[in-house]
């Protein structure tokens, strides 16, 4: 599936030649020429040569700023080629090589490490190459609590997941097919209770209702 993902939905890859093969070390991190926004920018460019040409200065440059943006582009790397597995190991000393879901983790525990200034617009830009829906959530100036590097491609579509929306109801003595012990999601409005079965909202994750005469939303 991870290698399929990017030839869907035309996200970038990197080919050729691998980190290693630019550099010998990671030099300090400098301001000469294009900003870090800027080249990271560039990384989403169709143009093969654009986008290694900016990874490398990236990394020549020790942009340690750049390694949320590099973790979220490592997910849709189609060839799997080590360029930006490289970087990560650079910058990191980590060895995690391709394995997305670890980089993602280590991040998590990792509060020196925060991403640079256009991130929130960078990280719309790279989701909207699935969904240019995506932009309404991800754009510059966002407000959040979550950190922004957590924030990840659910696998859809924007509405990609039908919401359960008005669903008819069953006296509970007549839902014969639930057992027992079968867990519900339940709420009581004005007196009027409700129960959404997990089995069902496992489908559809959102359940919008009328309950008591007042409209809720459930999340699952």
């Known amino acids: 599936m991870r290698k399929a993902i990017v030839m869907v ?4 890859v990197f080919t050729g030649a691998s980190i290693g093969g630019y ?4 030099a300090p991190a400098c301001a000469e020429g294009p900003t870090l926004d800027a080249l990271m920018s560039e990384l989403l460019r169709p143009e093969t040569a654009s986008r290694e040409a900016a990874l490398r200065e990236i990394v020549r440059r020790g942009e340690r700023r750049a390694i949320p ?3 979220d582009i490592l997910r849709f790397d189609l060839i799997l080629d080590s360029s930006v597995a ?3 190991d650079r910058f990191s000393g980590q060895s995690f090589g391709h394995d997305w879901a670890r980089w993602v983790e280590w991040l998590a525990e990792r509060e020196d490490i925060r991403p640079h200034p256009g991130y929130a617009a960078w ?3 790279l989701f909207q190459l699935i969904d240019p829906a ?3 959530f991800l754009y510059s100036g966002v407000k959040h609590r979550a ?3 957590e924030i990840q491609w659910g696998g859809v ?3 990609g997941i039908s919401a359960l929306t008005n669903p008819r109801h069953l006296p509970a003595a007549a839902a014969t097919y639930l057992g027992p012990d079968e867990l519900v999601l339940g709420i009581v409005v004005r007196g009027e209770a409700r129960a959404y079965p997990l089995r069902i909202m496992d489908w559809h994750e959102m359940a919008n209702d009328v309950v008591g005469g007042v409209p809720i939303s459930i999340a699952y």
């Open 23 to 26: 550099l010998g070390a990671v």
């Open 86 to 88: 490289d970087a990560l």
């Open 69 to 71: 943006g590099l973790i």
């Open 123 to 125: 990280k719309g830009a």
């Open 147 to 149: 950190r922004l590097e």
């Open 9 to 12: 939905v035309g996200l970038a």
């Open 157 to 159: 579509r924007k509405d």
């Open 134 to 136: 995506f932009g309404e």
